[in-house]
């Protein structure tokens, strides 16, 4: 056995230090560790990737079928590259149907819906997260447990309200129905949780009214929330088909979503013109998610919502 020892080094307290065996064997186990660490982040990189292309694929589909012939859209397998680019469909589908005129009430509702919800949201919110009074809690549990209770069971009853008001077939059936939202109050209040009780116990202190507080002090500090509420608010409310469906019959009343559906037919169906349509839709989803990124992610991840 080697009993050679290296010899003395000030630096250490003059003590020797062993030649071979420990130094080599406490690197060997750190070089492994290191190693299987870098074959996981790979790995992990690999399966995100493989997953992104995956939930890319029916956009990338609907790019390519936007500019192709009604016959080559089903095609199988599907025709990637097509023959013949179309391009103008994008031209042809204004004068097909009054899409500038769907586009417009989709619009408006959205920002419509989305500016109210915001609104009502944030305001509710900091009652159940800023103010105490009897029963907040529960009162808050039993609102939120509403977000379980599918549209669908209320769906009847709704529509009778709305038709003996005489709100059927107009824009305020839908804005009164959606303006309120108990995910919009319980996202907000996660986020006023994250805001500490004493800036509005010192606003309290120096006169400011609970109005005061909400307006002056936490929304000015709920921006991410904010944004994150009224990214997804409007998004669900452009994307909305039964609402509209169900509520507007004058077609000029009509959203974007219930315009495309002119063209399907009886027997056959314009696929390319529903492609061509669906590409000039999600641009200002697309438009409105980019400028909003940022606050959007900073606001899920503030408020409890992983």
Avoid: C
């Amino acid at each position: 056995m080697n009993t050679s020892v290296l010899p003395e080094d000030s630096t250490t307290g003059g003590a020797a230090r062993p030649l071979g065996g420990d130094g080599a064997g406490r690197s060997g186990p750190a070089a492994r560790r290191r190693a299987v660490r870098l074959l996981g982040r790979v790995l992990l990189h690999a399966a995100l990737i493989a997953l992104a292309a995956a939930i890319l694929v029916p956009f990338a589909w609907m790019l390519v079928s936007s500019v192709k012939r009604d016959s080559d859209v089903l095609t199988v397998p599907i025709q990637w590259i097509p023959e013949e680019f179309r391009w103008d469909n994008f031209t042809h589908i204004w004068t097909r149907i009054p899409l500038l005129t769907y586009l417009g009430n989709s619009l408006f509702l959205s920002v419509t819906i989305t500016g109210l919800q915001v609104l009502t949201g944030s305001f509710a919110a900091y009652g159940f997260a800023k103010t105490r009074f009897p029963g907040r809690d529960a009162l808050f549990l039993a609102y939120v447990s509403t977000i379980a209770v599918p549209w669908q069971a209320y769906m009847v009853p709704q529509y009778i309200i709305m038709e003996r008001l005489g709100l059927v077939n107009t824009r305020l059936s839908l804005i009164l129905l959606q303006a309120f939202g108990a995910f919009g109050v319980f996202l907000m209040r996660q986020y006023y949780l994250t805001i500490p009780d004493e800036i509005s116990e010192a606003a309290r202190l120096d006169g400011l009214s609970e109005y005061g507080i909400w307006a002056r002090i936490v929304l000015p500090l709920s921006k991410p929330a904010l944004a994150g509420l009224a990214l997804l608010t409007f998004v669900n409310t452009w994307n909305d088909y039964m609402g509209p469906f169900i509520y507007l019959t004058d077609n000029e009343l009509w959203t974007v979503q219930l315009g495309l559906r002119q063209f399907v037919g009886v027997y056959d169906s314009q696929y390319a013109m529903i492609m061509t349509g669906s590409v000039v839709s999600v641009l200002p989803i697309l438009v409105v998610f980019l400028a909003g990124q940022r606050y959007f992610v900073q606001g899920i991840a503030t408020s409890g919502m992983k």
